[in-house]
């Protein structure tokens, strides 16, 4: 046993988690890799026979080994109930998802039905940690509506997860800092011990300010991105180039040179949702954030700025293939989860033009995304450009990065654009080759 502060603490807790996307797995496994024992619960049915048959339904880098290794020895397993879950937890993670309503609310379905099943099915104390991104105000709101009237002590903490996706488990073991929102100092300590082998800075606050601190973060970092999406589109009307800006302005210890990279903006489950999500609470809340409806309204340009660049290279696309290099919203993933490449896709397809789509990891979940004959999908990114008038790097994979361009331009049809989505080619070279080259702010 280890004494800790005004607390006895047992080394190995045991801990519930509910959901296993990439935050709720991560947590699970990381979790029982310092020595807890946990049970995930997991309601999607073919997810869970995936868990309990030993294979991951997710990609994370890293993840695997400690997967194998925690579900090996028994350390973590997986449940449909969250009865069995409960058993013996001292600790119960809500990990479950908090996807965005069609007019950007938050939907907290999810979150408000696995609070109102803790409230009944508890029996013992318990403390609920809140990993899934829920707007300002929620953890207070469901402590009073179910938590304050369960039969024994429930303790709530709000505990933002500011994990990458494809890096996820990195950051979980190297976070910047680690928040921690919750009405009682003791019940910080709890979140303290559980984080014991991690070293970054704990830093504590009340639960409404917790959940704050990830929608801003998050916020801030899309704000970096329209804005230097702003600076880029200037920097072409006024013929500056952005890649002599853009590391200059990052050279600002107070600006910093991450998140200042120029193209077709973000993408992804987490940004769009909690930008959008922020701004409804704002709504909710009588505020008019102008500043974040910008971000918002930038972002959503690009993809349209880059479609109407096609357009003008080709002088229409009607009867034209267009092959769109990159699906997943980055690499190293296969989310397509609000890419860039989705709505480019349904821009030049509604413009007449063929899609030839090719992603190394992503071609599955994109499948889903396009019932039509409009758009075929290769595995091979020559195949894909072959015959094309213009290819469009969506996303900076490295095998497309680096792929051989000049071999690539003999099998297009002449004359053929190349649209630099993510500004990382060599321009010069590319133009050498004899593609008309588009990218954003790179005179
Ligand atoms: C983000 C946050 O980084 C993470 O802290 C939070 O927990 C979840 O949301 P993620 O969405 O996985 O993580 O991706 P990230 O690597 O941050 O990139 C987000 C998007 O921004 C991607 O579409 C990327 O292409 C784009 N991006 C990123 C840019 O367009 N320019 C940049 O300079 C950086």
């Not at 800092?177 to 709890?190: F, K, M, N, S, T």
């Not at 230097?228 to 800006?245: K, P, Q, T």
């Not at 034209?320 to 030049?348: H, N, Q, S, W």
Request: proline share 5%; glycine share 8%.
């Amino acid at each position: 046993m280890m004494r800790i502060g005004r607390l006895y603490m047992s080394k190995d807790k045991h801990i519930a988690v509910i959901g296993t996307g990439y935050v709720g797995l991560v947590a699970a496994c990381c979790l029982a890799k310092s020595g807890h024992r946990v049970v995930a619960a997991e309601k999607n049915s073919d997810k869970l026979k995936q868990l309990q048959g030993g294979v991951m339904p997710i990609y994370e880098e890293g993840l695997s080994d400690i997967f194998t290794a925690v579900t090996g020895d028994g350390r973590l397993t997986f449940t449909s109930d969250l009865k069995t879950a409960l058993a013996h937890a001292t600790v119960l993670i809500i990990a479950v998802g908090t996807p965005s309503l069609a007019d950007g609310r938050v939907d907290l379905a999810q979150v408000n039905a696995v609070a109102v099943a803790i409230a009944r099915l508890a029996e013992k104390p318990l403390t609920v940690i809140m990993k899934s991104t829920v707007p300002p105000g929620t953890g207070k709101s469901i402590f009073k509506r179910y938590f304050s009237q369960a039969k024994v002590p429930i303790q709530y903490v709000s505990n933002p997860e500011f994990l990458r996706e494809g890096k996820a488990v990195w950051d979980w073991y190297h976070p910047d800092r680690l928040v921690i929102g919750c009405a009682a100092p003791e019940v910080a300590d709890q979140l303290i011990e559980l984080y014991s082998d991690i070293e970054a800075p704990k830093v504590t606050m009340d639960i409404t300010s917790a959940e704050m601190v990830k929608y801003a973060s998050n916020a801030f970092l899309a704000t970096k991105i329209s804005f230097i999406n702003e600076i880029a589109n200037l920097c072409e009307r006024v013929g500056a180039s952005i890649d002599a800006v853009a590391p200059a302005v990052g050279m600002d210890k107070r600006i910093g040179p991450h998140f200042l990279q120029a193209g077709l903006g973000y993408g992804g489950s987490c940004f769009p949702k909690d930008t959008k999500g922020l701004e409804h609470v704002s709504v909710f809340n009588d505020y008019n954030f102008n500043l974040l409806k910008a971000v918002i309204e930038v972002n959503a340009r690009q993809r349209v700025t880059a479609v109407r660049k096609i357009i003008k290279a080709l002088d229409g696309v009607t009867g034209k293939k267009i092959a769109i290099l990159g699906l997943a919203f980055k690499p190293g993933t296969d989310d397509v989860r609000e890419a860039p490449a989705l709505d480019i896709i349904d821009y030049l397809i509604s413009e007449g033009a063929k899609i030839a789509a090719c992603d190394p990891l992503a071609l599955v979940s994109a499948k889903q995304r396009f019932p039509t004959e409009d758009i075929q999908f290769y595995t091979d990114p020559y195949q894909a450009c072959r015959d094309c008038a213009a290819v469009v790097l969506a996303t900076e994979w490295p095998e497309f990065v680096n792929l051989d361009w000049e071999q690539i331009k003999q099998g297009m049809q002449m004359p053929c654009m190349l649209l630099d989505g993510r500004n990382v080619l060599d321009k010069d070279v590319i133009k050498r080759y004899g593609y008309r080259y588009e990218a954003f702010g790179r005179n």
